[in-house]
């Protein structure tokens, strides 16, 4: 049976799965906010970045503030998937809070957390639109090209509404995607946040001479930090969430999670990665930014260190902040950090 999506957001990772529900049989419409993207996608119906050719079952809306919806001669549910950046993700859901407001779930593959507010994008969702909207995340060891080349992928799929998971996953399972299932949705989305963090210091460490069983190590710490924060953000906040000490230990072993981590500390595709290595080798940490661009890993170690309450952050996370903000030395605050 196919599904109606509406994909909010045109980064690779958004075509990509656009793309890749569109061969499922699905119809897609894809809303892209920069005008030259759109007009380019619209004209030539395909990515040349990501070699996709898009076929007709994808459509390309130019979004805007003043974009309007016109749902009156559909006569079939629509699933809505958020896939911006992290600093385009509570934009997204305020400009059109209307919109989304009259669905009942919001599906989102971006990962990290608003650094405005520093809020998790599910308490995003939450304040601005309802608590009682079904949220669903995708994640896991994988990039784009991946998903576009049909290399195999195993990824969690984390939702409050077991029904939603199901349904998302009917429509994008294949012998070469595999979606595994779990409630534990803060777990997914702190992991989400920490495997750009972890990955820095494993930059940092590789080009420095560690080896990988000395990265495994931090490896380990990282998701030991990422289940004490997810752990302390259920039992003091909204019990909706709280799910069982075994499921959240499960979550540790997870693609969202463990399965996150190798893939951005060890490979060099990472830019969280790759910023580690440029800071191990003594690069400024201005002129890495410049040379990498967008670096969240950068970003979320201040917003967790200056939400440190909130969160109950540890040693990853100080660590990192040390480095890069208050110009320690990284390779001896790596040493302190793994004795």
Known sequence: MSNYFRIFGAGEWGLAL?????????????????SKKYLELNNTNQCNNLKIKFNNKAVFNLLSKKTTFDDSEKNFKIYNIIATSSSGFADIIEEHKDY???????????????????????KIIDNILSKKIDKCLLSGPSFARDLVNEDNIIIS???????????????????????????????????????????????????????????????DMAKQETHEISSYIQSTGDKSYLVSDSQALE?????????????TCFNDISRNRQFGLKLGAKIKIQQSLKDIGTVEGFLS????????????????????????????????????LLN
């Open 18 to 34: 656009a793309n890749h529900l569109t061969k499922q049989g699905n119809f897609v419409e894809i809303y892209i906010r920069n």
């Open 100 to 122: 989304f407001s009259m669905h009942d779930s919001i599906t989102w593959i971006t990962k990290g957390i608003d650094h405005k507010s520093g809020l998790l994008f599910h």
């Open 157 to 219: 799929i984390g939702s409050t509404n077991l029904n939603l998971a199901n349904t998302l996953i009917n429509a994008m399972q294949t012998d070469k995607f595999n979606l595994l299932y779990t409630d534990d949705l803060i777990g997914m989305e702190i992991s989400g946040v920490i495997k750009n963090i972890v990955a820095i210091l494993a930059g940092i460490m590789t080009t420095n001479g560690y080896n990988n069983q000395e990265i495994g190590k931090l490896i």
């Open 251 to 263: 979550t540790l072993a997870s693609p969202a999670c463990l399965g996150d981590m190798l893939l």
């Open 301 to 336: 170690t201040k917003t967790l260190y200056e939400n440190k309450n909130k969160y109950h952050c540890g040693n990853i996370v100080f660590a990192a902040y040390k480095i890069l903000y208050q110009s320690e030395n990284p390779i001896e605050v790596v040493k302190k």
